[in-house]
């Protein structure tokens, strides 16, 4: 296997582990959430997770690899512990900066394999890094939805009913994604 194939299997992993972990602690915020926005939030944000964990194992598998242990891995195992069972939403999120904050320097070798793998894929696997692009352009609404319901629920702005929802152009590049490829023939005979 060539470097640059290694280093992406590397980077994609990597990210399906992060992927996994954030739909774990997601979810488990979401399950004792009194406020059914604040929860609704939680469990999109956590399903998308999970699809991306699951997107991101089948790329690993397209392109050869296996999804495996990940160098973030014993530190996600510690932060889920640590952040899981935690209550209310502001609480919540002053504790995964505070744990991410505190574990930037043990995780700073899985950044560089993160973004080692990103390069590698823009620069051999057009493919691969288009569909890298879109996630972390969807993960992107997530977070923004975060920071402004963190500043909400700690008072700076008024409450407002929003949802980390996708913009509808990345729904239908989501979609286009799944597309046949053109001039082969129909998986169903049914089709004709």
Known sequence: MDNARAEILEGLNVFRALEAWGAVLYAA????????????????IAEREAN???LLAERIRALGGEPGPACV?????????????????????????????????RLAVCQQALAR????????????????SQLYGEEKVSGAWYRHTYSEMSGKRPRTDT???????????????ARGTAGEPAACSAVA
């Open 52 to 54: 991306h964990a699951r």
């Open 73 to 105: 891995d014993g530190i996600l195992v510690e932060q889920l512990a640590e952040l899981k069972d935690l209550k209310g939403f502001v609480t919540q999120l002053d504790a995964l900066k505070r744990a991410t904050d505190r574990d930037q320097q």
């Open 163 to 177: 949802l980390p929802v996708l913009a509808p152009d990345q729904i239908v590049r989501r979609a286009e994604s």
């Open 29 to 44: 915020w979401a399950a004792d959430e009194p406020d059914a926005r604040l929860r609704a939030g939680h469990l999109i």
């Open 117 to 132: 793998g990103f390069d590698a894929a823009k620069a051999t696997d057009p493919a691969t890094h288009h569909f890298w």
